[in-house]
């Protein structure tokens, strides 16, 4: 096995000189940062990477402590990690150059979609908390723990739709959000679960008079279900509905959505459903959308005051750590989680446990 050790100021530069010179069939067989020198305090910190190319192994051979393939496969999922963290910021290669052994666990929460900044935030709390313990593997471990731990401090949950009733009035719910995140969907889902499931009277309302054939396409699945659906576009319609509908144990309104830059038309929704009935206001977000939209449209539907938020298209993404970014953002617990368009068993109503899992990776029990 022909080993080599290079240098470098960073490891992406040493990545791309071991890739440039042994090819994309190198592994990495040890790291190690070298620290300046006391007697040179103006010196750069180096890493030391120790590299080879492995001679083809047999089919059938035997893993032991001789075969070298067994001894590195933590260094094979460390390069993996190095190359996923290197196409970040410069942010990320001092996160590196600072905690090396938080690699694994930073390359984990940057490839599940959390953004640098929280990433980087979660890291180094969790790196400050390990400085009195001195084996690498040991610290790696409890790194790992306190990782999961802090993300699972920063996610609420809550069922606002169960059936814990007692008022005497139904539990009136309105969905709200931008165009395209799937709110009448994810009514539809929800609709069936609460009335399959948990036995519970409920009703349906679209105040969209926006989107052609929205009501329509609510009506029909409401039709299927055989639910009771009507349309209120004004605040009296809504309020006169609302009273015809005590008896039941919850309605939930199909809003309109619009873009979260139309401010009037969002201020229109919110004098809609302001009426003597308490609506709750739920938040739906599709997770397809880059951060920075997602976050701007939480913003600007805030004035709502929502109770809670609902995430959908879990199932069209591998990214979903953005989530994280959005409950820590605006501190709303999760009530729902959509992914995928059958109705009703693509709708989850998560632990915090479960969502945790969700947002590392679709179920994934731990960080790698």
């Known amino acids: 096995m022909n080993r080599k050790v290079y240098k470098a100021e960073n490891i992406q530069q040493a990545i791309a000189t071991i890739k440039e010179e042994l090819g994309s069939d190198a592994m990495i067989l040890s790291t190690r940062k070298i620290k300046r020198k006391p007697s040179d305090p103006y010196a750069k910190e180096m890493f030391e990477v120790e590299a080879a190319v492995l001679p083809p192994q047999p089919m059938d051979i035997k893993k032991d402590k001789e075969n070298p393939i067994d001894t590195i496969q933590e260094d094979i999922a460390q390069i993996k990690d190095m190359i996923s963290i290197a196409g970040f910021g410069n942010g990320m290669h001092d996160m590196v150059c600072n905690h090396f052994e938080s690699v694994g666990v930073l390359a984990s929460l940057l490839r599940s979609g959390v953004s640098e900044a929280l990433a980087s935030i979660i890291i180094q709390k969790a790196s400050a908390s390990m400085d009195n313990i001195a084996d690498q593997q ?106 015809r509908m005590k008896s039941m144990d919850m309605v939930l309104i199909d809003t309109a959505g619009h873009s979260h830059f139309d401010k009037q038309r969002i201020d229109e929704i919110l004098q809609l459903i302001k009426t003597d009935f308490r609506i709750s206001a739920h938040l739906v977000l599709s997770v397809t959308s880059e951060s920075i939209i997602m976050q701007e449209a939480a913003f600007a539907f805030s004035v709502f005051g929502p109770d809670s938020v609902i995430f959908t298209k879990i199932d069209e993404t591998r990214r979903c750590g953005k989530i994280l970014d959005q409950i820590s953002d605006f501190k709303l617990p999760v009530s729902l989680i959509a992914n995928g368009q059958k109705v009703p068993e693509d709708l989850i109503v998560p632990d915090k446990q479960e969502l945790l899992k969700i947002i590392l990776g679709k179920g994934s029990k731990e960080i790698h």
């Open 138 to 243: 040991e610290k790696v471990k409890s790194l790992k723990k306190y990782v999961m731990k802090e993300c699972l401090n920063r996610i609420a949950t809550r069922d606002y739709f169960s059936r814990d009733n007692t008022s005497g009035v139904p539990h009136v719910a309105a969905f709200v959000g931008p165009t395209g995140v799937g709110k009448t969907t994810t009514i539809a889902k929800l609709a069936a679960m609460l009335t399959f499931q948990r036995k519970m009277k409920v009703a349906l309302i679209s105040i969209d008079n926006y989107r052609v054939g929205a009501f329509e396409q609510l009506k029909a699945y409401a039709s299927i279900m055989g639910l009771l659906c009507v349309p209120a576009f004004s605040a009296q319609d809504l309020l006169c509905t609302l009273d």
